[in-house]
Structures are given as C-alpha cells and as structure tokens.
C-alpha cells in the first residue's frame, strides 16, 4: 500500500493525487482510509484508474494532532513520499488538510468540489434562496454547466478575481430581488478566496497532479475514489452484520480482521487475476499490457512463481513501465517447496513398547523432530580442519544461551548435549540428525537397550527440621537438641506500667521512627498523607518485664510509644485515659486545622475553643 502512494503519487510522467475522506459507524472509534488510483489498471465498469484501498488508521479523535502523527507514518513508511508527492484531495476538513500539508510540505492541497458546492448551497439555503431552481442560477455561475465555464474555471488569480467581479455584478441583484436583504453569497466566496486560489483553480491542480480533460484544462478534483472505497468498507460491513456481528459494536480487531483486510485481500486477487486477463473488473492500462500473461502461460507457472510474478508487478515503477522493462519467468531465483518428508521408519510405533516413556511424551519428541528434518536450516554440519574428526551437527535451539546444541554421530547412534537426552536418552535432535545420517534403526536399537535416567533430585537443597538429630553417619556430629518449650511466651512484655506521662499530640513528619499504632498496629501513612490522619500521640511509657524468679518489675527505663488518635485504641490500652493528660506542644497548635480539631473533639473529647 505504501509502495503504491510512492509509485503513482510522486512520478512527474504518471501521477494522480491520494485522497483522504474520514468515514465513521464502524464503531467507537474512527476510521480514517487513505485511497489512490492505480494506474497500471482500467477499471471495466468505469473505464478510468480505479481506486484501491491504501494505509488506514484507527483513531478516536479527529484533532490535527492525531492527523499530524498519522501522515507522519504515512511518510515514513512510504519511499519519496514526503519529498516528492504532488498533491492530496480532503473534503475541506481544516485539521486534516493543515495535518497533511505540515508533513508532506511540497504537495499541492485540493479541495473537492462537490462537498464545495454542497457548502455553497447550504449558504444559500441560509441567506433565504431556498428553491432549487432559484439555487441553480448561482451554482452554476460558480461551478459552470456544461460547456459553460464558472468562476472556479479560472486559470490564475487573475483571471478569479476578474470572473468574481462579473459574477458579482450579475448575481447581487438577483439576490436582492429574491431574499430583499443585502448580498450576501458574493461575500462568502470572498471570504474563502484564498481558499479556492489555493485548492481548486486550475493552476493548483496541475501542481497536484489531475489528468487533463479533452479541453486541455486539468480536471476537477472531487473525493469519489475515498468515497468508492468507503462504499466497499461499508458493503463488507453489513456482509459481516448479516451473520450475527453487530455492526454498530465492531471491534478494532474485528474491522481489521473482517473488513479491511478482505477489501485489501479481493483487490489484490482481482489484480493477480488482471495480469492473466481473468479478472472481471480489471485489465491492464496500456502502460503495462506487454506484461500481461495469456491464461495457459499463467498457469503453466507454479503457485510460488505467480506470487513472485505479480509481487515483481507490483514493484515496477512507472519510470521501468515506460521503459517497457520485461519481468523475467525462466530466470526468475525462487526457492523450490520441497516435499515434505518423513522418517524412514515408524519411530512413534517403535517407540511405543518402552513403559519409561509416555506416549504424549513420544509423540510430542517425534513431531519436533520432523519439524527439525523440514527446517534444512535449523541443523548445520559443524566444519572441521580434522578430516578424521567425527561428524558433529549444529542443531538450532531457542532454550540455550548458545543458540544451539550439538550432535555427534558415533558408529550406530547419535549423541546430543542438551539436556533432554542426558536424562532420557532421547530427543528431537539427535532423532533428526540421525534420519539426516541414515542410522535411524541402529539408533532406536540403542535407546531401547540405554538405561533411562531421571532428573537430578532437589532433596538436598531443603533445609532439615531443627529438631534434627545431628547428620547421618556412623557418629553424630551435634548432640541431641530438645524441643523449645512453647509454653514461653513470644514476647517477654506482659502489660504496660500505668503512669500519669502526658499525651503528646505530634505530627507524623516530627516522628520519623513512628511506624504503626502499638495498640490496632495499623501503620502510619507515610506517602499519601492528607489531614487530619497526619497526627498521633506519643506516650512515654514503661512494661512489665519477667525476672529471674518469676516476679513482673516494671523496667528500668522509658520509651515512647505512639497511639492513632483514635477512642478505641486509647481506652484499650489506658482504660483510666482522661482528657486532661493529652498536651499539645504550642508550636504544633499553631500548625492545627480544623479538621484536626474536630478528630481530637470527637475522638478525645478535648475542649481546643479559644
């Protein structure tokens, strides 16, 4: 699709500009095809270029942004096409057009005509010329009609400005006479003058690249090949909502999968099948019909060499179809499909009598293995300065930091050094290598007679239990180790000292060794911390401790414990808690809000009105 917009979009001999037409009820989202004329085919319906169906993108917004990274893809992806397109049609949508002429910044932007005129008709409509045949008068002043020509006939400027001056002088009365108002629609189409000097004179689109009519003037430009192709995605489509798909709900996935690529997928066939003169809706433009094939040469070629003659077609440029460059058949370089092959004997079956191996087992080896003998380049002979050095194979392998695992042939059987075969003495690649050396039945012998070995045991790697006695052997090394005694108690803590110490009210940032609650040990927010649960208290507290005899003392020194302010967690552990014993500090006072008041009011009873 790409390479197309490059072939028949940036050629000065054979040009045609792409066209751009967002479309939409595909589903939540839009759909944005970028069409072209192929112009090595005649369409047989219509007898000119068809259009075919280029780079879409699926897009949820129709900003110039979204456009912007669009076309900038567009272009990256198509050779020359940002240095030497020549021109784009859109529908005058002012973010599209200002997306592409930022990215393709030397073609030449066309504006269709007909969404033109519809706009000038709805202007119309507005200014109170309501009938159609009173519309007709002013359309056709500014379109022309037949072999009259109008104002957007003009050739330059120039010429615009004088035509607009006469059609001024006719169409101002006229309107004033029907609507009985101040002229209006002569204004419109000053006001987007620049507009049409820049996208729809005649000048314009020969910079643009539109063939000339039999008048020798280029002809006018309108979006029919993005609407044909929106047409075609339509019809596919409700083809595909007819069976059961609601279309209105289509997924991205289901747009790609079911609509786009079976458009993109009937166009190419039609095309192979135009190469051979079959298709029923093209034939070869006269460019290329030296090309073309008669139905018993095309298939007299092989399915592979059709696919690479209609790929070769697809690559010509218009410069090598001027010069009537052959696409060769006899010398064309292309990989024969080699028959599948197979194992000279039944290994499955032969396998089948060995109980140390399950038959999924035998079956999934075997399979890899025939895939290996059809992937000639997955296995390699290892090359050797030692002519007496015995034959060894490189087999490819994804699972090994190598890439590789290599197989050495001995006289009746093949050694591999991955570890499938250290433990079972069989696997994909030494059963390949082995049908590649013609020792297949010697080899299969030998596995049957081999000794199977298991995976190595991880049972060393557990840590014994500690109630363990000592190491095996004919001493122990350690001398018998008792249980503990669970009757001692994890903690040797047993209840807090009560005392009278005040109930500091702090901020989690003046405690960074704070880390939870001692009482609901719910941790301290430390990342998103938002008020009032940005405070605590600090309690500095002693513990009852068990001595030696079995006494409780309380210990020796303080330590400060922190508590959320919260009713439940302070009564829990100080059931004689008052009011009176929790102080704040006048420099955390001044930092409290309200919030923080209304917590320590409600949760601790504290009085803080001044």
Known sequence: MTNDLSRFCTSDTLNHPFSVDPTFDFGRYEITPVTYKHLFLISKRTGSAPSFLGPTAIHYSKTKIVYKNIFHAIANA??????????????????????????????????????????????????GIQKTNQQRVFIDTVFGCDKTEGVLDAEDEEDFQSRMLAAKAKLDPLEVEITCKKPEFCLYLENHSKMITTCMLATAREQAGMPNTNFGKAAKCYSNQSESINNKLTRAKEAISNIGKNKDTMTK??????????????????????????????????????????????????????????????????????????????????LEENEYKQFSLDVKQSLKPMESWSEVL????????????????????????????????????????????????????VNCSCPCYKYRSMCKHSLCVAEIEGILSSHLDRLKKSPRRTAPSKSHLLEPPKEARGKKGGSHRNPWLPKKDSTITQCPFTEIYHNNNPFVVMFLEEAPNAKHCMYCKMEFPRILVSSPFNIMLAHQERWMYPSANGERLPSAKFTTKFYCVKRQCILGRFPYFRPSLVKIPAETRSKLEESHVNILSRELDLNLLP
């Open 253 to 334: 996935l289901e747009f790609t999968r079911d609509v786009f690529e079976e458009v993109d997928r009937h166009q190419q066939e039609e095309l192979m099948l135009a190469i051979c003169g079959l298709s029923s809706e093209f034939e070869l433009a006269e460019i290329v019909d030296y090309v073309k094939l008669s139905p018993d040469q095309w298939f007299d070629l092989s399915p592979h060499e059709r696919k690479l003659y209609t790929k070769a077609f697809n690559e010509m440029s218009v410069q090598e179809a001027l010069k009537r460059k052959n696409i060769a058949i006899k010398n064309m370089a292309y």
């Open 362 to 413: 035998i079956n999934a080896v075997v399979d890899r293995a025939l895939e290996l003998l059809n992937c000639p380049c997955k296995v390699q002979r290892e090359p050797s300065t030692d002519v007496n050095a015995r034959k060894t194979y490189l087999v490819a392998a994804k699972d090994t930091k190598k890439g590789w695992y290599k197989c050495v042939v001995y006289k009746g059987h």
């Open 78 to 127: 198509s050779p020359d096409l940002a240095e030497k397109c020549q021109g784009f049609i859109t529908d005058g949508e002012e973010s599209l057009y200002k997306a592409i002429k930022e990215e393709l910044k030397h073609a030449t932007g066309l504006r269709c005509f007909r969404h033109f005129q519809q706009n000038c008709r709805d202007k119309l409509y507005k200014v």
